[in-house]
């Protein structure tokens, strides 16, 4: 069973801009803390932005000024514009949900790649 779906990862110049979806069911978008970490090879996986059900975010210090986390609440997708992106944010980028009332309910997208380079 495959609880999220990820898209919009691929390859952008240094400066460049991408757009990362990701689309779950009814229930666990309205009840879970959802967004993205990011894990490059050899580096642990890291936070980038979360989303609660209410709309609070929450950004990794390095892309505070250059992503946007957001909710399409009549898709039930969570979308993360990312923007200026550096050689450093390659990695591979997973969506994840946690859910606030049924605690034991966490999932983790496959991973879209990201890849900065010129």
């Known amino acids: 069973q495959v609880h999220l779906v990820e898209s919009g990862g691929g390859l952008v110049q240094p400066g460049g801009s991408l757009r990362l979806s990701c689309a779950t069911s009814?229930?666990?978008?309205?009840?879970?803390?959802m967004g993205w970490y990011r894990q490059a090879p050899g580096k642990e996986r890291e936070l980038v932005a979360t989303?609660?059900?209410?709309?609070?975010?929450n950004y990794a210090e390095s892309m505070k000024a250059r992503s946007t986390i957001s909710r399409d609440n009549a898709k039930n997708t969570v979308i993360l514009q990312m923007n200026s992106l550096k050689p450093e944010d390659t990695a591979v980028y997973f969506c994840?949900?946690?859910?606030?009332?049924?605690?034991?309910?966490?999932?983790w997208g496959q991973g879209t790649q990201v890849t900065v380079s010129s």
């Open positions: 009814g229930s666990i978008f309205a009840n879970s803390n």
């Open positions: 994840y949900a946690a859910h606030l009332i049924w605690t034991a309910q966490r999932y």
């Open positions: 989303i609660s059900p209410g709309g609070t975010t």
